[in-house]
Each structure stands twice: as structure tokens, then as C-alpha cells.
């Protein structure tokens, strides 16, 4: 399908669309983010979003907020409308009972059941349809929904906190607190918008970490844990669920002792029970495979080394969050974000595209996309 940038007043709309549908981010698993704006003329006559997974799509939120007729007025919507029902019905029949005349969308659903088949039933039934307008900004928005589609797992966001000297404790563990307490506000808003978190037993042995998002109007997300032999007490906090309505699931092998397992379950800690490779590991596949049967389109995974290095060497980190605190700690012993095999060359060096750079004082976060591609060398002034 050929797609069309649009005029500038139709970019304009559909921006409004994509910051709409952005205040749900977080909250609408396993459905896309998705905005709507409904216009006529250059007057809005209706706003909606998808809020959650079970309400209103962004479409049918808008024709809702409406308070006029809406024959021949144009929607601008971020993601094409679906066209099959799920847990609500079709919005290409709420759409064309409204009478709208013209439907502008950003990007089309790359979900089989719907992928330009709810563009088609418009178009058939009369309706004026541009696709691509603003498809970068659209696609972007929903890179999490478009890697669990066409994956089949996860958008797996790796964070992680560091000295200068690229250190994320000393040689004896201690890694309280390494940046700033700006910077780690800046982590819970992370928590807040991602549908999963996932550690691994280092992380909850050495840290005690609750795991949860501690900002005002902040969720939860799904706890993860790899834990292959349930080597982590059941009384860490992470495994109070007193303290959270988020659910906490432990990723565990075949050899996880069975008087754990009950202890566990008792708690109403759920177990997920995972592959192993020929070391007794869980497989950085097995664990994304599990986090995937939940429905989940992302996971903030905030270490360790060697769960962080294990998804690296597997390819399947799209996504980097580093935080680096002026400080340093030195020690040849003293642990570094990322451990597993790593790469021999440079030139196989994973890379940060476009980095952002935030000032979080006295710390910086640069974070972006991750890629495996070479980077010409510079050459040596």
C-alpha cells in the first residue's frame, strides 16, 4: 500500500492523535497505543484514546466525546483501525455509522486479523482513506506492539546504573547508590511506562529490591525474576505481595527444589517454568517466550551482568537505558554491566543509534535504540 505523507494541516491533526494516544503508555497490553482526533474544518469536534486493554479504542472514545453529527468529518487516527471483534467490536463499524468522511491514519496494523484490511472495508464502503501520515512518529509510538506482533516477544529495554569506569558495584557487592536520587526518579518513570521488569537471582540476592514504581499516579509493573533453582529466600520484599498489586512471577527450571516451589506458590508467587541450556540456564529465548504468553509487549530488564550479557549475545535487546555517574570505583574483580560471551571485534560492536543524552545532575542518561551493525572505524589523527 503506498503511503502519503499528507498536507501540513493533516500532520498537524495526526501529532494531536499520537500525544493522545501516549498518555496510555503503559497501560493498553496487548493492544497498540492508539489516538484519535475527529475534525471539521480546522475545528476538533472530538478527542479519545485508548485507555486499557477492554475499553474503548481511541476511535470509539472520540465519536463518543463528540457532541455534534459527524457526517463528513475527518478522523485522524495513529494506527489503522481494526476491522475484527475482540474484547470490543469492530472500530470500522463504529466509524461508518458515524458518517465520517475522510479517515487519515498513521500506520497500518501489523496484526494479521486487521493489516489493511480495516483501511479495504472503509474505502469499499466509500470513505475517503490517507495512509502514512506521520508513519514514522506512528510506528515509533508503537514499536513495543510492533515487536510482539511480528516477533512473537517482548521489547526488551535493558537499564542499568555504572561509575565512569563503567563499574555497577565494588569488587565487594556495595552498589548503594551509585547515581543520584534524580536519577533514579528517572528509572521509576521508566517502571511506570513498561509493561514488565525483569532480574535476575544476583540482582534480588545482593539488591532486596521491591521492584515497584514509586511516583504519584505511577503503576506497577509484572515482576520478573530468573531465578532457575529458587535460590532467592521467599521473604525478599520482591516476594511480598502485600506491598504491590502487580503480580510477581518467578522464571525457574526443571530442577527447582519442590519444597521452594510450594513455599512460593503458598505466598501467591506465581512460577513459570522455563528451558535450560547444558549449563542449567534458563535461555535468554525461554525467558522472552514466557514473559510473551502473559500478553506483555514490554520489559525493562535491570540486570545483572550476566542475565543483561545473555540477552546481548542472544540479539535480543532492542533497546538501552545507561546511566552513568561521575564517580569511580576501580577493581579488576568489581562487576560491569555486562557480562555473558561478548564480541571479538569491534566492528561487531553493539551500537547506539541516535543516542539521546539527558542531564541528570550530577549524572547523564544516554540512552536509544541497539543495533549490531559496523561502524566505520575513525582513523587515528
Given at each position: 500500500m503506498e503511503l502519503q505523507k499528507g498536507s501540513p494541516r493533516d500532520q498537524r491533526f495526526m501529532a494531536e492523535a499520537i500525544e493522545l494516544a501516549r498518555r496510555a503508555t503503559g497501560r493498553t497490553h496487548p493492544n497498540p497505543l492508539v489516538g484519535c482526533v475527529i475534525v471539521r474544518g480546522d475545528s476538533v469536534v472530538g478527542r479519545g484514546y485508548h485507555a486499557r486493554a477492554g475499553t474503548d479504542h481511541g476511535e470509539v472514545a472520540a465519536i463518543k466525546d463528540a457532541d455534534c453529527d459527524l457526517t463528513g468529518c475527518d478522523l485522524y487516527v495513529n494506527h489503522e483501525p481494526c476491522c475484527h471483534v475482540g474484547r470490543t467490536p469492530p472500530c470500522t463499524d463504529a466509524i461508518l455509522k458515524a458518517g465520517i468522511g475522510r479517515v487519515i491514519v498513521g500506520t497500518i496494523d501489523p496484526d494479521p486479523r486487521v493489516s489493511g484490511k480495516g483501511l479495504e472495508i472503509l474505502r469499499e464502503a466509500g470513505v475517503e482513506v490517507l495512509c502514512g501520515v506521520l508513519e514514522e512518529e506512528s510506528r515509533r509510538l508503537n514499536t513495543p506492539?510492533?515487536?510482539?506482533?511480528?516477533?512473537?516477544?517482548?521489547?526488551?529495554?535493558?537499564?542499568?546504573?555504572?561509575?565512569?569506569?563503567?563499574?555497577?558495584?565494588?569488587?565487594?557487592?556495595?552498589?548503594?547508590?551509585i547515581t543520584s536520587e534524580d536519577a533514579r526518579l528517572r528509572v521509576h518513570h521508566l517502571r511506570n511506562t513498561h509493561d514488565a521488569i525483569l532480574v535476575g537471582t544476583s540482582t534480588v540476592l545482593g539488591d532486596n529490591p521491591r521492584l515497584t514504581c514509586r511516583i504519584e499516579g505511577g503503576r506497577d509493573p509484572v515482576r520478573f525474576v530468573v531465578d532457575a533453582r529458587l535460590q532467592a529466600p521467599p521473604d525478599h520484599k520482591i516476594f511480598n505481595l502485600s506491598e504491590s498489586r502487580a503480580s510477581t512471577i518467578v522464571l525457574t527450571g526443571p530442577d527447582a527444589p519442590d519444597d521452594r516451589r510450594r513455599q512460593l506458590l503458598d505466598q501467591g508467587v506465581l512460577l513459570s517454568e522455563v528451558e535450560v541450556d547444558d549449563r542449567g540456564w534458563l535461555?535468554?529465548?525461554?525467558?522472552?517466550?514466557?514473559?510473551?504468553?502473559?500478553?506483555?509487549?514490554?520489559?525493562?530488564?535491570?540486570?545483572?551482568?550476566?542475565?543483561?550479557?545473555?540477552?546481548?549475545?542472544?540479539?535480543?535487546?532492542?533497546?538501552?537505558?545507561?546511566?552513568?555517574?561521575?564517580?569511580?570505583?576501580?577493581?579488576?574483580?568489581?562487576?560491569?554491566?555486562?557480562?555473558?560471551?561478548?564480541?571479538?571485534?569491534?566492528?561487531?560492536s553493539f551500537f547506539i543509534e541516535e543516542p539521546t543524552v539527558e542531564s541528570l545532575p550530577p549524572d547523564l542518561l544516554i540512552h536509544g535504540y541497539v543495533s549490531q551493525k559496523s561502524h566505520a572505524s575513525v582513523e587515528a589523527l
Amino acid at each position: 500500500m503506498e503511503l502519503q505523507k499528507g498536507s501540513p494541516r493533516d500532520q498537524r491533526f495526526m501529532a494531536e492523535a499520537i500525544e493522545l494516544a501516549r498518555r496510555a503508555t503503559g497501560r493498553t497490553h496487548p493492544n497498540p497505543l492508539v489516538g484519535c482526533v475527529i475534525v471539521r474544518g480546522d475545528s476538533v469536534v472530538g478527542r479519545g484514546y485508548h485507555a486499557r486493554a477492554g475499553t474503548d479504542h481511541g476511535e470509539v472514545a472520540a465519536i463518543k466525546d463528540a457532541d455534534c453529527d459527524l457526517t463528513g468529518c475527518d478522523l485522524y487516527v495513529n494506527h489503522e483501525p481494526c476491522c475484527h471483534v475482540g474484547r470490543t467490536p469492530p472500530c470500522t463499524d463504529a466509524i461508518l455509522k458515524a458518517g465520517i468522511g475522510r479517515v487519515i491514519v498513521g500506520t497500518i496494523d501489523p496484526d494479521p486479523r486487521v493489516s489493511g484490511k480495516g483501511l479495504e472495508i472503509l474505502r469499499e464502503a466509500g470513505v475517503e482513506v490517507l495512509c502514512g501520515v506521520l508513519e514514522e512518529e506512528s510506528r515509533r509510538l508503537n514499536t513495543p506492539f510492533f515487536t510482539y506482533i511480528n516477533h512473537h516477544r517482548p521489547f526488551v529495554a535493558a537499564k542499568w546504573a555504572m561509575s565512569l569506569d563503567g563499574k555497577i558495584a565494588t569488587h565487594k557487592g556495595d552498589s548503594a547508590w551509585i547515581t543520584s536520587e534524580d536519577a533514579r526518579l528517572r528509572v521509576h518513570h521508566l517502571r511506570n511506562t513498561h509493561d514488565a521488569i525483569l532480574v535476575g537471582t544476583s540482582t534480588v540476592l545482593g539488591d532486596n529490591p521491591r521492584l515497584t514504581c514509586r511516583i504519584e499516579g505511577g503503576r506497577d509493573p509484572v515482576r520478573f525474576v530468573v531465578d532457575a533453582r529458587l535460590q532467592a529466600p521467599p521473604d525478599h520484599k520482591i516476594f511480598n505481595l502485600s506491598e504491590s498489586r502487580a503480580s510477581t512471577i518467578v522464571l525457574t527450571g526443571p530442577d527447582a527444589p519442590d519444597d521452594r516451589r510450594r513455599q512460593l506458590l503458598d505466598q501467591g508467587v506465581l512460577l513459570s517454568e522455563v528451558e535450560v541450556d547444558d549449563r542449567g540456564w534458563l535461555t535468554s529465548r525461554g525467558i522472552l517466550d514466557a514473559i510473551y504468553e502473559h500478553q506483555l509487549t514490554s520489559v525493562l530488564v535491570e540486570g545483572g551482568g550476566a542475565l543483561l550479557g545473555s540477552l546481548f549475545d542472544a540479539g535480543l535487546v532492542d533497546y538501552a537505558y545507561a546511566f552513568i555517574a561521575p564517580r569511580l570505583i576501580g577493581g579488576a574483580h568489581a562487576p560491569t554491566p555486562l557480562d555473558g560471551r561478548g564480541i571479538s571485534a569491534i566492528s561487531e560492536s553493539f551500537f547506539i543509534e541516535e543516542p539521546t543524552v539527558e542531564s541528570l545532575p550530577p549524572d547523564l542518561l544516554i540512552h536509544g535504540y541497539v543495533s549490531q551493525k559496523s561502524h566505520a572505524s575513525v582513523e587515528a589523527l
